[in-house]
């Protein structure tokens, strides 16, 4: 099993041009998410997905889209960069266990570095 | 809705000492919550976490926390700490219909030796 994959691990981008992040997992999990690392604020949700063709908005949504047609991706649109979207982005995935025990564990992908200038 | 607080942005000891980083949730309901560990550069290590199954509860690398539910926190602790502890460490609540993390702010740990 490769986990939860992402790409590119960093990007620059200009002011107004727009890039996806991709995420993919393998371990056919039904949740995934994108965080947001900025310093000092620790990670902040911005949308996620409790299986292909549902997503939702998180904390912090806005300037981004996301869609989930496969179980496998949940990528991230930023469709007109700005600065303020310069941060760390992490991907995550898990399921859900149907016992109740909340011991689901979380997986995390290495991270994509994007600045926006 | 749940909320995490990490008390200290900043913690520094000296290699042997012991290590206590805090952490406060609140929480409706009983909460899941975790530690993670952040070095430079990298990406997030889950170092432990609690379910309601034990209030102490043991991680990797010597760690572990005591989940109180008097107190409302879920300090993490060592009892002596080692140059490679050196990273940024989050506590983190869990919260269901969705998996979704709620991260404290983080708490960067030095070790000098």
């Known amino acids: 099993n490769a986990g939860v994959t992402q790409t590119p691990k960093f990007q620059v981008l200009k002011t107004g041009q727009s890039m996806t992040l991709q995420c993919a997992q393998d371990m056919n999990h039904e949740y995934m998410s994108w965080y947001r690392q900025d310093p000092g604020m620790g990670l902040r949700l911005i949308h996620y997905?409790?299986?292909?063709?549902?997503?939702d908005q998180g904390e912090v949504p806005n300037g981004y889209n996301v869609s989930r047609s496969t179980t496998e991706d949940f990528p991230l649109r930023l469709l007109s960069a700005a600065p303020s979207q310069t941060s760390v982005y992490f991907c995550?995935?898990?399921?859900?266990?149907?016992?109740?025990?909340?011991?689901?564990?979380?997986?995390f992908g290495e991270g994509s570095w994007l600045t926006v200038v | 809705a749940q909320s995490v607080t990490q008390l200290d942005s900043h913690v520094s000891v000296s290699e042997g000492t012991p290590v206590l980083l805090r952490c406060n949730y609140s929480s409706s309901y009983s909460p899941s919550l975790f530690w993670y560990v952040q070095h430079p550069n990298k990406g997030l290590q889950l170092l432990l976490k609690y379910t309601s199954a034990a209030t102490l509860v043991k991680g990797i690398n010597g760690f572990e926390a005591e989940f109180k539910k008097s107190e409302t926190s879920f300090h993490l602790t060592k009892p002596s700490a080692h140059m490679s502890d050196a990273a940024e460490y989050f506590c983190?609540?869990?919260?269901?219909?969705?998996?979704?993390?709620?991260f404290g702010t983080g708490t960067q740990l030095k070790v000098e030796l």
């Open positions: 997905s409790v299986g292909a063709g549902i997503t």
């Open positions: 983190v609540g869990f919260t269901g219909g969705g998996n979704k993390l709620t």
């Open positions: 995550a995935s898990s399921y859900s266990d149907p016992t109740g025990d909340l011991g689901n564990t979380i997986y």
